[in-house]
Structures are given as C-alpha cells and as structure tokens.
C-alpha cells in the first residue's frame, strides 16, 4: 500500500535483509507458482536427450502459459504512460472552502501517484508525439481515494463525451493500414476537426508547443472541467483545478521532438526516472480558482463548457498546497501500467458540475478497467487500494483477494452486527450536493456552447510572436500532411474565425488562395447536419490577451536540473571543464561531457577525465545547452569531426544558450559560417556575444560562468530565430 512503502533506500537494505533470511531459511530457490522447487530451468522433459518433448512437463507449461498471457489490453487512450509516487501537502486549512480532509492540515502529507501520459499514441509509441499529455493523480486520502484525472491543457476538443469515441477515432491510426502511429497529422484527425468548430480553442493548444513539452516535470496540468468545493457548512463553490510546476514551463522545438523520437523515444520517461533517482524530485504547486454561485453567469462563457477557461485575469490561481513526486515505482507494470484512474472517485467536499463532457467519463472510467484489468475487482491491485478502511458486501468476482469472513453479506443485517454501516456525514459520509435541478429530458446543446472562437483567438493572440510562428508551422506541417485538399481548405476557413492573419499564414504554407478564405464561414458539413448549429455566435472577449496562456512571457527562474553538454576531446582544457562543471552544479544543472568516442579523456595537462556520451549515443537535441571549452588539440579534432559540427550547429538552430571559451570559439565559428551566418559575426568575422551567445577567447570559463547561467534562463533566445530567417 502506497503508505506504508519504504523509500528506495531503505528498500535496498530491505531487500538485502530478506536475502539473507531467505538464505538462511532455505528460501532462495526457483519455485512454481505452487511453490514447487525446481531442479532445472534449463531443459524441458524430453524422452531422451535427443528425443521429443513431452506434454507431461507441468513446470514448462505453466511457465510458457503465464508467459502467453503477460500482455493485457493496452488502454485505448493514454495507453503509453509513466507513472511516480509522492506526497501533496496543503499550505493552509481550506476549511472555509471545502471539508475535504486532506486539504485541512498543513503537517498532514497525502500520498500520490501520478500518471504522465500521450494520449494517441500505443504503449511502445515515441514520448515526444504532438499531443495532450495526460496528468492523473491519484491522491490516496484518509477518506478513501480521490482522483484528479487531467491534461496538460486546460481545454478539451468537445464538449459533450458522445463525441469522444468519434474524436479518438478520428485520431489514431487509419483503421485500414494502421498509420500514423502516435500522431494527428492525416486525413481522419483534421477531416473531424474541420467539422466540428467547438475544437477549435484546443486546437491552438495542441498546435502550440505544449504538446510537445520539454519534460513531464515543466509542464502545467489541468483538471479541465469546473467541479465543485463543498465545505461542512454545505455551502458550493465552482473550482477550476491547476498544477502549477515549479521549475517553469518549457518545450522544445518540433524539428527537435522529430529527432529525440529517433534517438531516444523514452525522452519524458528516462528524464522524470533520472531527476527522481538523483534527488531532483518534480514539484507542482496546486492552484485553484474558486467562483461563486452566485457569479455562475457573470461570464461570457459557460462555466460547464470544457473548451473554455476562466481566464486568470477574471479569476486569480490560488495556489493551495504542493505535490513532490520522490520515488520512481518498483515494477512498470505493477503500478503504472495497472493504475486505475477514475474522475468519480471522489472524496466528501469534492464534486461535479453539470459539464455534459465529465458527465459522460464518469461512465467510462470503470467501464474500461473492466475490461482492461481482466474484471470488477481492480480495486484490490495493490497500487489502485485504498489507505483508508474498506468494508462493503460486494463480493466475488474474477481475482477476489480479500477473503472475506463471516455470514452477512448484505445491509441491513442482524447477522454480521449491522456491519458495515451507512456513515452519516459528521462521520465521514459522502452526500451528493444537493444542486436543485429543473429541466425537459431533451438532447440539445445549450446556445452558451455556441461561441467556438473567441477563446481560441484570445489564446493566439496571447502568444508571443515565436510561440505564434511556432503554430503556424505545426498547422503547415499538420494539413501538409492531409491529402484530402477539401479537408485543407476547411480547416483554413476555420482558422480565418480565429483570426485572418494566422489563417493567412497557413493558408500561404499550404498554397491556398488567401482571398477565397477570409471571407464568410463556408463548411461543406455533411447534409444531416444543420448548419446553423455551426455557425459560431460571435462573443465579445473580456480579455485582450492573457500573461498566463504565453510561455515565452512567463518570467523565469533558475535553471535547476537542465542538461549540459560539454564539447570536448582529446587534449582539451581540463580546468575549464572542471570550473564550468562546478559552477553548473552550483545552480543545480547538470553537465555532461560529449565526445566523439566512449571512454575516458585525456585532457591537455594529462588527467584523465570521463566521457559520459560518444557523439554516436546522444545528439544536441537531448540537451538544454552547449558549452565549448578550448584546448588546442580537443579544437581541432572537433573541427575535423563531422558530428560535433552538427552538435553545435543544431544547438544553435535550436536557440540554446551556447557558452565557448579559448579555441573553443572557433568551433562555434565554424558551425555558424555551415550555416551561412556570416552576416551574425562581427567585422573581424569572429562570433559577437549577445543574451544567449557568451564567447570569450581570453577569459577564462569560470569568469563566463554566470553570463552562461544567466543566458540559461529563458532556456531559448527566440530572437535568434528571426535572424535566421525561419522559412515560414
Ligand atoms: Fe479520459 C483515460 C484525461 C475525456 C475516457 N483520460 C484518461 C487518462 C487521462 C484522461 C489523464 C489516463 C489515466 C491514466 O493515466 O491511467 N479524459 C481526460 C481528460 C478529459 C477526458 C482531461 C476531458 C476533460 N476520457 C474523456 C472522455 C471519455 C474518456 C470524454 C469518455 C467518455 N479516458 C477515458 C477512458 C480511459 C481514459 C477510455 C482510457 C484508459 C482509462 O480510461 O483508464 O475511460
């Protein structure tokens, strides 16, 4: 159980104690799954050495049939995962707000386990695919489990869960040839899309370069729709749901997602693995923004619509407790793989709201473990119990662990002492909140659903003007990738409802006639479709732009746990490395250094000096920034090195923060003159510094040190892309 696990060291010594008593005790052996021992796991029973084997090898059968069935179905969402534990502490007592009991004592640490997922893509799919990334918590309270099953972004495609299963199969693969795999960019995603306006806000998200964040661990989280708060007094309150992380927001570039796909497909995976067994635990701070009833209709949106937000301008986050993820689970498929997220799990001083979309996935959840976890009792699969005390009469069922004792199965009951009993609230029991509810059985959208734009184009024009030509190449790359041209000119005559520049711009990728699509909306929706649905009514935003939408604008602080590569080989200066990696470490960064082999450096003075990855095992694109250090013979090597050459021009590409002192400078010099950057050196053709360039032949690496770590902050120099003329 989640609580009483011991942490990953003390396991070691656990683990070392249990050998030794199993020793001790004889209990070391191979056994079958009776507890057999075995005497050979080599050789199955055969009649002779060389003879047929035979059917009466029990031990080779049930070892070869538990294999057989090792696999089960993978989730038909979110299926490729990684998962960690942790714990969240409140700040303060929210008592006023909601009786939720682990949101009342500051001392009081919840355990967590937390599920970072894609969505579209199979279980061995790449990490860095163009998507939403899934963010369920699962918080194991006191009063039994509670469930915060949300994305990366604080939309979703469709408001009402009927669409859901249209939606994922317009998304994954193309049922007749299985491809793309874990990507939206082909004809069903973008002929679905363009029929349906209400997707439009979300797909600004998924366009923009949160979907393809730089680590699980800088990305927000979201629970998307607007739930409830409901405190002992009995009173409700809306509450929006936000993770808040604490090392910043960031992402990479598409050019790099496609070749950290190639190199290291277990990107997000291997990065939330190592910050957790190093020590760097991830932390998110929980915010809330908290409306009251009264205020249900003040907006310009509809509260229970889940392709809107309530802008931060409107109503503040505040944030409320943090969470640190400190242990990486013991077995993937134990744990991450069977953890069964469910939005109703609730606990007392938590619950809905109307949203149609929520509504809806409070059917599928246990519906699909069903199925997925083999039957109704998914329940008992250590990492999905509960901490706290669980009794009821259900019974039996596929799997039963529990044993349970006793004649009564069944309430009431004289028989079993009237146990279990009905918790009155005081006791912990949950009460539905008691919303009054009117209304004609009917299936109909409410007229507020009806605005499909405004929240879209407050997004686009909230971005800064990197993050908007970094969506307008993600929707050319997208729709390029569409054959239908149909399907292309919808999705332009959409865009042009978001704003006319930004469909201008795709339409110019995609050699569409501009002119012909900013005129009047013009779906081609198929005949059994009123039109008139779709037409978007036009709302005015109260909101120009809003700070929190951009990430590029978000201030940002320290660079802890960033990844830098150190360019070296043979011969290089042994003291630069060093005080650039002290002072790195300093800040809590991390350098690596990148050679064009394995093994171990000799550097100019004679040390010897660790390589941790040969130019054939990693590439730029795994790393958050460059340092060049100098040493005559290291330089030259480099120069003749076709791999280091692309390293640092790939990181300049990339807008990382380059460092390069002594000789070192000319490697960088070089890569810049590939790419025909001439125009960018200064008249003595040498590389100028600037925000994110720190060159400094004289002066020694500790002296650049901290420009080098200033320039890290922003994590990319944006600026730099505009001088190297981005095609788009
Ligand atoms: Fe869902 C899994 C998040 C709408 C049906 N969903 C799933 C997971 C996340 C979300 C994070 C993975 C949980 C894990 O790690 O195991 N889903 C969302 C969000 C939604 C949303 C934020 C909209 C706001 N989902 C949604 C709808 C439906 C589903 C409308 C169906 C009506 N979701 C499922 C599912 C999954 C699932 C089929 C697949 C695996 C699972 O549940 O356990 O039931």
């Known amino acids: 159980m989640p609580k009483d696990r011991p942490k990953r060291d003390s396991k070691n010594k656990k683990v070392q104690a249990l050998e030794s008593v199993r020793e001790q005790s004889g209990d070391q052996y191979l056994t079958t799954n009776q507890g057999l021992r075995i005497n050979d796991d080599q050789n199955s029973l055969k009649a002779g050495p060389r003879g047929p084997s035979l059917l009466e090898d029990f031990i080779l059968r049930e070892k070869i049939t538990h294999f057989d069935h090792e696999r089960i179905p993978e989730r038909v969402v979110h299926a490729r995962g990684s998962a960690a534990h942790g714990y969240f502490q409140v700040y303060k007592s929210l008592a006023s707000l909601t009786r939720a009991k682990f949101l009342q004592d500051p001392a009081v640490k919840t355990p967590v386990f937390v599920r970072f997922s894609t969505v579209a893509g199979s279980r061995g799919s790449t990490d860095l695919a163009r998507d939403v990334r899934g963010f369920a918590v699962k918080f194991y309270t006191d009063e039994g489990n509670y469930d915060l099953v949300g994305n990366n972004m604080p939309v979703f495609f469709i408001q009402d869960a009927v669409k859901f299963p249209d939606l994922v199969h317009a998304v994954k693969p193309e049922p007749q040839h299985e491809m793309p795999q874990a990507a939206s960019a082909h004809d069903t995603f973008w002929d679905f899309i363009s029929l349906m306006p209400e997707s439009m806000h979300m797909v600004m998200w998924l366009m923009s370069d949160r979907a393809i964040p730089r680590s699980f661990r800088m990305m927000e989280g979201f629970g998307v729709h607007t739930f409830r708060f409901v405190n002992a007094q009995g009173v409700g309150r809306f509450v929006k749901f936000h993770w808040k992380p604490l090392l910043g927001v960031h992402s990479i570039l598409w050019d790099e997602a496609q070749k950290i796909s190639g190199l290291d497909p277990d ?235 930004l469909a201008a711009r795709v339409a110019e990728g995609l050699g569409l006639h501009v002119t012909s699509i900013t005129g009047p909306l013009n779906l081609s929706i198929p005949a059994d479709d009123d039109p008139r649905q779709f037409q978007p009514k036009r709302a005015t935003a109260s909101v120009e732009k809003s700070a929190a939408l951009s990430m590029v604008l978000a201030p940002k602080k320290g660079i802890q746990t960033r990844k830098v590569a150190i360019l070296a080989a043979d011969g290089v200066d042994g003291q630069a490395v060093v005080s650039m990696k002290t002072a790195l470490a300093a800040v809590g960064a991390m350098a690596k250094i990148v050679a064009p082999r394995s093994g171990v450096l000799k550097t100019a003075d004679g040390t010897d000096m660790k390589i941790d990855f040969s130019l054939l095992t990693t590439g730029s694109v795994l790393f958050d920034a460059l340092y060049i250090p100098g040493g005559e013979e290291s330089v030259w090597t480099l120069l003749r090195t076709p791999k280091a050459s692309m390293f640092t021009h790939e990181a300049y590409l990339h807008c990382k923060p380059i460092a390069a002192t002594g000789a070192g400078v000319n490697v960088l010099q070089s890569a810049m003159s590939l790419l025909g950057l001439h125009k960018s050196m200064d008249k003595s053709g040498d590389v100028p510094s600037d925000e994110g360039i720190v060159v400094a032949r004289q002066a020694s690496a500790k002296q650049v040190a901290a420009r080098f770590i200033k320039a890290m902050e922003p994590h990319r120099h944006w600026a730099r892309e505009i001088e190297l003329a981005s095609p788009e």
């Open 267 to 501: 990107f997000h995976r291997r990065d939330l693995w190592e910050a957790i067994e190093t020590g760097n635990f991830p932390e998110w701070e929980l915010g809330v923004q908290v409306v009251e009833e009264r205020d249900e209709h003040k907006f310009e949106f509809d509260l229970l619509d889940p392709t809107k937000i309530i802008p931060e301008e409107l109503v503040p986050v505040v944030r409320i407790g943090k969470m640190t993820l400190d242990r990486n689970p013991d077995n993937f498929f134990s744990e991450t793989e069977q953890v069964a997220f469910h939005p109703g799990h609730l606990v007392p001083g938590i619950d809905f709201s109307n949203d149609p979309l929520l509504q809806g996935r409070l059917f599928s959840y246990t519906d699909t473990q069903l199925i997925r976890l083999g039957g109704p009792n998914f329940h008992e699969i250590p990492i999905n119990r509960p901490v706290a005390p669980l009794h009821n009469n259900q019974r039996d069922g596929h799997m039963r662990q529990t044993i349970n004792a006793g004649q009564a199965s069944y309430h009431p009951n004289t028989l079993g002492g009237g146990c279990p009993m009905q918790a009155q609230a005081d006791m912990g029991g949950f009460l539905s909140y008691a919303e009054k509810l009117t209304g004609s059985k009917v299936r109909e959208r409410s007229k507020s659903f009806f605005d499909h734009f405004s929240q879209a184009a407050l997004f686009w024009r909230s971005q800064s003007a990197s993050e908007q030509a970094h969506l307008v190449q993600a929707l050319r790359f997208e729709l390029g990738k569409v054959d239908v041209s149909a399907i292309r000119e919808r999705m332009v005559a959409l865009l042009a409802q978001v704003d006319k520049k």
